[in-house]
Each structure stands twice: as structure tokens, then as C-alpha cells.
């Protein structure tokens, strides 16, 4: 079992940052990858839009409406995996996930992080 729990999240100016944590706990050597995904409004029929991923120490992954915008890196003395946000938009407006997937591709998901671009 993983648990994850997402903070960080808020209502932020348009051109703002925010800084998303997840804290891992639980079965943290069976991961194989984590990351973060997002769902905005209105699109509860949509599956989750990937933003970033980890994958072993160096395979990054980024969405590409973030690429350049947002960073993922984790703190492995705290169990805990960040999003760092920057030159924030109205569209980034939307539910933050945090994800993992462990070597016998079990998945894993926080209960998410209101994060509202807004001015």
C-alpha cells in the first residue's frame, strides 16, 4: 500500500506561482513512478491530464500546455514529491493529483489539490 497526500494548493493571480507538495508514505521502495496529473472544470468526463512525471532518478516527463512553466523534483529525505508552479494561466485552473505507480503496476492517487488561477 502508498499513501499519498497532496497540499498546497490555493487561489493565486494570474502570472503567479504556487508550490504543490505530496507526502509519500507506506510501500515508497516499490515505486516505480510518480507524479502529478490534473482535472479542471467541466471535464469530469475526461480522463486526468498528465503534467509531470518521475521515473527512476533522472526520466522526467512533462505535459506539454507546462513544459517550461512547471518543475517536478522530489525530496527523498522527506518522502516527498513537489510541483513547483510558475507563470501561472486561468487554464491551469483545476483539481492537482498526485500519482504513483509501483513495480507490480499498482496505481495510487492523493485526494487532490483545488489550485484556481484568477485575478
Known amino acids: 500500500q502508498v499513501q499519498l497526500v497532496e497540499s498546497g494548493g490555493g487561489l493565486v493571480q494570474p502570472g503567479g506561482s504556487l508550490r504543490l507538495s505530496c507526502v509519500i508514505s507506506g510501500s515508497i521502495f516499490r515505486l516505480h513512478g510518480v507524479g502529478w496529473y490534473r482535472r479542471g472544470a467541466g471535464q469530469e468526463q475526461r480522463g486526468r491530464e498528465l503534467?509531470?512525471?518521475?521515473?527512476?532518478?533522472?526520466?522526467?516527463l512533462y505535459g506539454d500546455s507546462v513544459k517550461d512553466r512547471f518543475t517536478i523534483f522530489r525530496d527523498m529525505s522527506k518522502s516527498t514529491l513537489y510541483l513547483q508552479m510558475n507563470s501561472l494561466k486561468p487554464e491551469d485552473t483545476a483539481v492537482y493529483y498526485c500519482?504513483?505507480?509501483?513495480?507490480?503496476?499498482?496505481?495510487?492517487w492523493g485526494q487532490g489539490t483545488q489550485v484556481t488561477v484568477s485575478s
Open positions: 500519482n504513483a505507480v509501483t513495480t507490480q503496476s499498482e496505481e495510487y
Open positions: 503534467v509531470a512525471w518521475i521515473q527512476g532518478d533522472t526520466d522526467l
